[in-house]
Antibody, heavy 119, light 112 residues
Framework: QLQLQESGPGLVKPSETLSLTCTVS??????????WGWIRQPPGKGLEWIGS???????YYNPSLNSRVTISVDTSKNQFYLNLSSVTAADTAVFYC???????????WGQGTLVTVSS | QSVLTQPPSASGTPGQRVTISCSGS????????VNWYQQLPGTAPKLLIY???QRPSGVPDRFSGSKSGTSASLAISGLQSDDEADYFC?????????????FGTGTKVTVL
């Protein structure tokens, strides 16, 4: 059973870069069957897709965050990463990592990690 | 940035049937398949329906999805107290050169 787990700081200062790691276990991130994505949810609000990456490194981003987001992958560690720069309080959210087959829904999710942007 | 519109709330008594609508556009629901997610309080979303009407293994057949034109709907029959959750529709947006995944605004289902 493939599992995903987010990790990273729970508190980030305004204007700094938010960095999170998603560790994949129970399967290989290089299998080629899936894309690996990040989704966020501000407290009490809805879901927003941040972006997704293929094991080859090809990444797609939400245009609303495009200039601030970088998603990368390390197949040797079976991990992928999220960097979100120049954060503000509006970026406070629970961040989820998840996987999906191309063109389909996200069928497996991490438990999520709350990141608060505050000085 | 949601481009899929859902009613904010829906409710029913145990055993009733509840339907949630999801309105999109020609570049989202009109040109691609719809997925539905269930988010129980304090937990991560769970894929409930994919490809408009397919249920992943383990999802009860009380949950069903349908699509017509630029709209979709999720039906919950035989409503149970465990179904009290937030439900989100989602689809890929084909209007740009790169893939863009959009979620609905979400519907909170209350079991009375």
């Amino acid at each position: 059973q493939l599992q995903l787990q987010e990790s990273g700081p729970g508190l980030v200062k305004p204007s700094e870069t938010l960095s999170l790691t998603c560790t994949v276990s129970g399967g290989s991130i290089s299998s080629g069957s899936y894309y690996w994505g990040w989704i966020r949810q501000p407290p009490g609000k809805g879901l927003e897709w941040i972006g997704s990456i293929y094991y080859s490194g090809t990444a797609y981003y939400n245009p609303s965050l495009n200039s601030r987001v970088t998603i990368s992958v390390d197949t040797s560690k079976n991990q992928f990463y999220l960097n979100l720069s120049s954060v503000t309080a509006a970026d406070t959210a629970v961040f989820y990592c998840a996987k999906n087959r191309y063109g389909s829904g996200f069928d497996s999710w991490g438990q999520g990690t709350l990141v608060t942007v505050s000085s | 940035q949601s481009v899929l519109t859902q009613p904010p709330s829906a409710s029913g008594t145990p055993g009733q049937r509840v339907t949630i609508s999801c309105s999109g556009s020609s570049s989202t629901i009109g040109s691609d398949t719809v997925n539905w997610y269930q988010q129980l309080p304090g937990t991560a979303p769970k894929l409930l329906i994919y490809n408009n009407n397919q249920r992943p293994s383990g999802v009860p057949d009380r949950f069903s999805g349908s699509k017509s034109g630029t709209s979709a709907s999720l039906a919950i029959s035989g409503l149970q107290s465990d179904d009290e959750a937030d439900y989100f529709c989602a689809a890929w947006d084909d209007s740009l050169d790169d893939p863009l995944y959009v979620f609905g605004t979400g519907t909170k289902v209350t079991v009375l």
